[in-house]
């Protein structure tokens, strides 16, 4: 039976190789057919045997002829997938097909004959069968092929048949794609024909490929095998040549080249693509191939012909083959085109040629004819050229270069006449005859350019005008026509003009007037035309930028300025100056009460009622400019003086009379302008007569001053007419003089008044001053008052906010100000008070004084700014910092200084005073008023002797008071111990044990100063220590004194024993005087004791 495992293609993978043959050893009764991509099966294992029965037989892979009892071959391929839609493909891959000789191998697919195998002797190669989809069935198909011999010599044949693969709808193809297979070439070399194929072939799968081509002859017969394994990578490209061969006897007739593509898929060539290609061979003379687009040639008969619409040519393609030979194939579908006239029908002439006739147009030019063949684009092209006709004077142009020339007489331009056929054509050669003709300047002969043009010189003249170019050709007036410009040469700033209009415009900052520059040639005619450079400039008014209109002219505005005058305007040419200017005037405007002016002269004059002056009114406009006519009506007023009638001066000014009055004044003169009120006035001072000395007047600044012999007082004399009019101007001379203090120069200050300074002296009480004036005395007399000067009262104070006082006399206009320690008190602020002429400060807590000596400073401040202050220093000394003593005693009285204790120790101030207390328990030692010291470095230092003897042992304490000049006091005190054994513990009063022997002895021998018997022998220490505390007794000198030494004597018995019962009165057995404890042999029995004891 058939199987297989389809692998859908829109999977995009296949089943690894081992697993197909892990699968076909497992499965190998059934498996026999595999399918990649979903649409392509295949089977490369026997599956079938002769009784359908689903098992295999061994035929394929296996040679085998027609005679062997497995014959014939058959397979299954399984279809599991969908059924064909559009095409279904057998391919049979088989060994040692020799169908030229006669085997025929035929196939059939479920019973339907396919066709027979095709290959070569001994050869491996693929034959392809179409096969009608309607014939596929899902499950297996049965493919068999039966062996025979059609030679008629009854040869045995064998075949050997590798695999079988069917692709449905065009099979995966998922691998690997031929896009391009073509023939490229053909070459014969003696029978062997090579046929030159390409095939190009895109690659989606890394891996093993393999292309097998078969040359097919006319009977289906495979007559030429090629194949190539390879390998390539995904998304790669390749170009594979191949160069298949046959012999060039083979019959006549359609020969193909197939090209099969195989993917080794794990060991299976799962085909990808089939690419055909056929062509006509000739027997025993080779290929037969159609003509390529490459390599056809197109030509033409003949290459001119006349642009009339008539005459033709005829166009001829020669196909030729890939060889690039003439090819005498026919049927090819050929086409031309072309760019002129146009072309009949293309005729195959049968013999690899094809020909259409050309006709050409009416317009001359280069026909390109080219051309397709089967669709392509023929490289090679062809060209006929169209000539034109005749020359028609209908149809012939007159043309000029430059069409615009300098209007100099000098300047030419080109005339040129193009001769042109019936059909617009342009000719190309002479030989016509061409006169011209013109309405403005010259011209040249006309030469004939041998192109089909003619040509002349037109000259111009030296005035700007148009010339109009006429011609005839062979005597026929030519309806063409040229004008030529004869335009201004190159701007002259000799020749151009500026003008201005308006000509005269109001000094307003306002109006304006056009400037015109009109630019002229060197001959006097106007430019049309802009692009010269143009600078103006004007000594009045302002001028905005010019504008190029663009025909010659160049435009300004030109502002008048606010001020009347004559504008010049000039300017430069292309930066050469122009020789022409244009004026304008700027003339005042309408005269406005508002700017008009009113003047008097003279000014002052004498207020006697008889003197005048003389008031003018200047008519001005809205921007100050003077009028210079009359006209209007003007009329004057004075607040002072009587005024005469206007008179209108024709000139813009109109004048009156002023008389001055009695009383010494201004006038002030106002007046209208054509009723509105004139904005000016003018002012006329009417002076005093001379001084009078009655009627002049002395006056102080400052009727109150202090005595300091600095404050000052102005004094001014006001110097008045026998009018009472205060004069304004000086010239006079004035005296004054003083009772008290001193008067300085007086100083003229030439408005009628006189000054000068009093200065103080310090003397208090009322100066009068008096004066003279032209030596007649001043009817008045001034006062100034004298004031004593401030005072403050010293102070030495513990005080931090001490208060202060002084005197001061304040004055009216007067204030009273106190400065401590940079601070400035002001009467009334709430620390500085004042009460008649004394004055009270108290320093307030937020400005307390630190210890120092301080500056105070009490001001009186006159209306001018004058100060007075007291002429004391350094009248208060705070001093709030506490003295300073320190005790140096560090060791409290002992065996040496208790007689004579001495209490030492610094303090902070010299002539501070201090007092000393040394205590006990129950006693104290005082000394009082001691005074501290200069210890010569700049600091103090005190020293008393205090005999302590009657102070116990034990602790003392040591104070100390100082107190200094603002009662400031400190204190300090030191806590010490007084002990009379120390150093020195050898006194007798040292005895803590009282047994007799000072403790400072006892330590010194080792004894134990608080137990009387050290060695609790019963025997006192001062016993034992004998009459030489310095130097202990050590009775049986083994180096350990008696006091500590039990035994003294050494002689084995304790001197507890020996001691007996009365410590007072030891034993003495034997009465020599010396105690048993220190006789080593106490009964003086001649045997020591120590002998007796034994």
Known sequence: MGGGIPVPSNQGRRFPAIIFRLLLCLLAFQVSAQAFAGETYFT??????????????????????????????????????????????????????????????????????????????????????????????????????????????????????????????????????????????????????????????????????????????????????????????????????????????????????????????????????????????????????????????????????????????????????????????????????????????????????????????????????TGTIDGETVVDDATVTFTPGPASAANTTLTAAPLSITADGVTTSTVTVQAIDANGNALTSGGDTVVLATTAGTLSNVTDNGDGTYSATLTSSTTAETATITGTLDGTDITDSASVEFVPGDASAATSTITATPSSITADGVSNTTITVQAKDANGNNLTTGGDTIALSSNAGTLSNFADNGDGTYTALLTSSTVKGTATVSGTLNTASITDSASVAFVAGPATAANTTITASPSPITADGTTTSTVTVQAVDANGNSLDSGGNAVVLTTSSGSLGPVTDNGDGTYTATLTSSTEAGTALVSGTLDASQISDTASVEFAPGDANGSQSTIATSLPTLVADSNTQSGLTVQAVDENGNALTTGGDTVTLSATLGTVGNVTDNGDGSYSATFTSDNTTGSSNITGTINGVAIGNTGTITLVERPTVDSLLTNDSTPELTGTAVVFSGASLTVNVNARTYTEGDGNLTLTGNNWTLVIPGNAALSDGQYEVVATVTDSAGQQSSDISTDELTVDVTLPTISLANSEGPDSTTTPAYTVAGSCSAVDDTLDLDISDASTTLSRTGIACADDGSGGGAFSVVFDTTELDDGPISISAIIRDTATNQATDQVNLVKDVCSPDNTVSRCDEDDDGVPDGFEIAAGTDPSVPDSDGDGIPDAEEFGGDLSNPRDSDGDGVIDALDTDSDNDGISDAQELGGDADNPRDTDGDGQPDYRDTDSDNDRVPDIVETL
């Open 44 to 369: 490369d294992t026997d599956n079938e045997d002769n009784a359908r029965s689903g098992a295999a037989d061994g035929d394929m892979d296996f040679r085998l002829d027609n005679t062997n009892v497995i014959y014939p071959i058959e397979f299954n391929i399984d279809v599991t997938g969908a059924l064909p839609s559009t095409s279904a493909v057998l391919t049979i891959n088989a060994n040692d097909v020799d169908e030229e000789a006669g085997e025929t191998d035929t196939v059939f697919l479920n019973g339907v004959e396919l066709g027979r195998l095709s290959g070569e002797n001994n050869i491996d190669n693929t034959t392809r069968f179409s096969v009608d989809p309607s014939i596929i069935q899902p499950g297996n198909n049965l493919v068999e092929i039966t062996i025979a011999d059609s030679s008629g010599t009854g040869t045995m044949w064998a075949l050997t048949v590798y695999w079988g693969q069917l692709l449905v709808d065009g099979g995966s193809e998922e691998d690997a794609d031929t896009t391009a297979f073509s023939i490229t070439n053909y070459g014969i070399a003696g029978s062997t024909v090579t046929m030159d194929v390409d095939a190009v072939i895109d690659i989606n799968t890394t891996g093993d490929y393999r292309v097998e081509l078969n040359v097919i002859d006319p009977d289906g017969n495979n007559i030429g095998v090629l194949s190539e394994d390879f390998s390539a990578t995904a998304g790669e490209t390749l170009t594979k040549s191949y160069s298949p061969t046959y012999q060039i006897e083979e019959q006549s007739g359609t020969y193909t080249i197939e090209a099969l593509l195989f993917y080794n898929d794990g060991g299976f060539p799962v085909q990808q693509d089939f690419n055909s290609v056929s062509f006509t061979h000739v027997q025993n003379e080779g290929p037969e191939l159609p003509g390529t687009a490459e390599d056809s040639i197109l030509s033409a008969n003949p290459v001119s012909i006349v642009a009339d619409g008539i005459t033709t040519s005829t166009i001829t393609l020669q196909a030729r083959d890939v060889a690039a030979n003439n090819t005498s194939f026919s049927g090819q579908t050929v086409t031309f085109s072309t760019t002129l006239g146009t072309l009949g029908a293309v005729t195959d002439n049968g013999d690899g040629t094809y020909s259409a006739t050309l006709t050409s147009g009416t317009t001359a030019g280069d026909a390109t004819v």
